[in-house]
């Protein structure tokens, strides 16, 4: 696989953005198939800095139900969400990722 299919992209959140100031970790959501050496490498290509650690999480999706309102009548149907995987690197003392590319 190459890195392109590997990482599929980075996520945002409040505590993610927290933990990037603080500890030098940054959350991707990765290719199911993926192991950590692959994660890693992928990660050390495309953004050109060292890897200390990766942890990974397989998110598992939920069910969810919906009602929709169709000429009059009423629907009622069960969907599912897709499981993902989330990678979680820490970054070498020295190196960052500029995520958003905000320059200041």
Do not use: C, H
Request: aromatic share 6%; hydrophobic share 35%.
């Amino acid at each position: 696989m190459s890195t392109r299919e590997i990482i599929i992209k980075p996520l945002f959140t409040e505590k993610m953005s927290r933990l990037e100031d603080l500890e030098r970790k940054y959350a991707f959501q990765v290719e199911g198939s993926a192991n950590k050496i692959e994660i890693k490498s992928a990660i050390e290509k495309r953004f050109d800095v060292e890897v200390e650690k990766v942890a990974t999480m397989n998110r598992i999706g939920k069910t969810k139900q919906m009602t929709v309102k169709s000429g009059g009548r009423t629907i009622r149907t069960n969907g599912r969400r897709s499981n993902w995987k989330k990678a979680v690197i820490t970054l070498k003392e020295g190196f960052n990722i500029d995520l958003v590319g905000g320059e200041s």
